[in-house]
């Protein structure tokens, strides 16, 4: 903060040389000793709309030292979806583009990790939205079809802190559809995306915590 010292941090630093990457900061921990970076590579017309980038550093900012939180591939690609918990104490993640999807919660002060495996079908998921005292998670897992390039469909999991399973709110939904704000305490509104050939719209909805329904609004 007092700029007493800057770190530079490049795509050929990172990565390696002439490798075309986007290099963007991440998340800031709460603490100030760590900035964790993401690297995403230069790609056109890729599908997936939940990866946020192929590998996951943090850089120690006293130091400078840097270590891969979330690897790259040693061969090929892995793309990933990630969020930090309200706390900074959290990471969870999937890796994109693979079947089947494994939602991963990592405690970024012990390493500690909790696996949550989903149905074989589902070949994507992201799309994180937290409750407001971190306890509680929802976010998107879905069935793409690579062929088509379509959404067969999109289901809705809700996390909860200390739980060993994800607890299904939304199944199948026939288009993408992503949680996008907590908005009270039992109430989550999500947004779907539809495709109709040459334009898309975007439709809000409220769920209902309490009553498992769901309602479309406008928003």
Excluded: C
């Excluded at 306890?135 to 469909?153: E, I, L, N, P």
């Excluded at 996390?159 to 907590?182: N, S």
């Amino acid at each position: 903060m007092d700029e007493s010292k800057v770190w530079r941090l490049s795509s050929d630093s990172l990565i390696g040389p002439y490798s075309e990457h986007f290099i963007n900061l991440a998340h800031w921990s709460k603490d100030g000793a760590y900035a964790y970076i993401v690297a995403e590579p230069h790609l056109d017309g890729f599908w997936e709309l939940f990866h946020q980038g192929e590998v996951l550093y943090r850089i120690q900012l006293e130091s400078g030292y840097i270590s891969e939180v979330l690897p790259k591939a040693t061969d090929g690609y892995n793309f990933y979806a990630y969020t930090f918990s309200p706390d900074g104490e959290t990471l969870a993640y999937i890796v994109t583009a693979k079947s089947p999807v494994v939602l991963t919660l990592r405690d970024l002060q012990t390493g500690d990790e909790q696996k949550i495996r989903f149905d074989p079908k589902y070949n994507t998921g992201g799309g994180y939205v937290w409750s407001p005292d971190g306890q509680k998670m929802v976010f998107s897992v879905a069935q793409f079809d690579t062929t088509a390039y379509d959404y067969v469909g999109v289901s809705i999991y809700m996390w909860i802190q200390g739980e060993a399973e994800a607890i299904l709110l939304v199944e199948d939904y026939w288009e993408l559809l992503m949680p996008r704000e907590w908005a009270e305490e039992t109430k989550i509104i999500l947004k779907a995306l539809i495709d109709e050939q040459d334009s898309s719209q975007s439709i809000s909805f409220e769920f209902n915590l309490e009553t498992g329904e769901l309602q479309q609004i406008d928003r």
